[in-house]
Nanobody, 123 residues
Framework: QVQLVESGGASEQAGGSLRLTCAVSGYIVSKVCMGWFRQAPGKEREAVARIYTYSGDTYYTDSVRGRFTISQDNAEDAVYLRMNSLKPEDTAMYYC????????????????WGQGTQVTVSS
């Protein structure tokens, strides 16, 4: 059984940093990529960053490019999201997800999801 477990969410001041971790247990057949998504109250789930498993190519939404960094450790089957220069608008529940098909920003491309970790940024 595949499980994705996020950790590292916290309350932080604007300008601060956090590092989220996603630990994957179980084997995902033909995993193509991993992604971090976020969802704020009343808003749609948004793709924050994605990383292709084999090439390591990364993609970011415009609002976090230059501040957030996604990385992976394939040996440990983990994905990370380093978040610097945090802003209040980064406040959301952050979810880790895995895809064994397409890897677009569309959440429906991702078949496996974690339960989320809360990030709250105060001004």
């Amino acid at each position: 059984q595949v499980q994705l477990v996020e950790s590292g969410g916290a309350s932080e001041q604007a300008g601060g940093s956090l590092r989220l971790t996603c630990a994957v247990s179980g084997y995902i057949v033909s995993k193509v990529c991993m992604g971090w998504f976020r969802q704020a109250p009343g808003k749609e789930r948004e793709a924050v960053a994605r990383i292709y498993t084999y090439s390591g190519d990364t993609y970011y939404t415009d609002s976090v490019r230059g501040r957030f960094t996604i990385s992976q450790d394939n040996a440990e089957d983990a994905v990370y999201l380093r978040m610097n220069s945090l802003k209040p608008e980064d406040t959301a529940m952050y979810y880790c997800a895995a895809s064994n098909g397409r890897c677009s920003p569309d959440p429906s491309d991702f078949a496996y999801w974690g339960q989320g970790t809360q990030v709250t940024v105060s001004s």
